[in-house]
């Protein structure tokens, strides 16, 4: 069974950093894409970042460019975003998801896991 786990979200102050973690099972995860998605209330889910099967490439959406980074360890199955400099409009809950390539469309990804919440908050 395909299964996502995100964890990490938290309650943090404006500038602060948190990491998120997804770990993974059931499929073949070093042949998978990772994305991280967010929602935020009232909005669309969007895209936040991907990386690569292999980590040989991993890119970011404009608005977190710079504060987020992405990585994963394929021996652990898990994949990690590392958030920085975290400001009001990083409050969403986040979710992980596979797919093939990070090239692929939102609606290609799957076994979206149940998410973790993160609030920016003063």
């Known amino acids: 069974q395909v299964r996502l786990v995100e964890s990490g979200g938290a309650l943090v102050q404006p500038g602060g950093s948190l990491r998120l973690s997804c770990a993974a099972s059931?499929?073949?995860?070093?042949?998978?894409?990772i994305g991280w998605f967010r929602q935020a209330p009232g909005k669309e889910r969007e895209g936040v970042a991907c990386i690569e099967p292999h980590a040989s490439l991993a890119n970011h959406a404009d608005s977190v460019r710079g504060r987020f980074t992405t990585s994963r360890d394929n021996a652990k199955t898990t994949v990690s975003l590392h958030m920085s400099g975290l400001k009001f409009e990083d409050t969403a809950v986040y979710y992980c998801a596979t797919a093939a390539s990070c090239g692929a469309a939102q609606s290609d990804f799957g076994s979206w896991g149940q998410g973790t919440p993160v609030t920016v908050s003063s």
């Open positions: 059931g499929f073949t995860f070093d042949k998978s894409a």
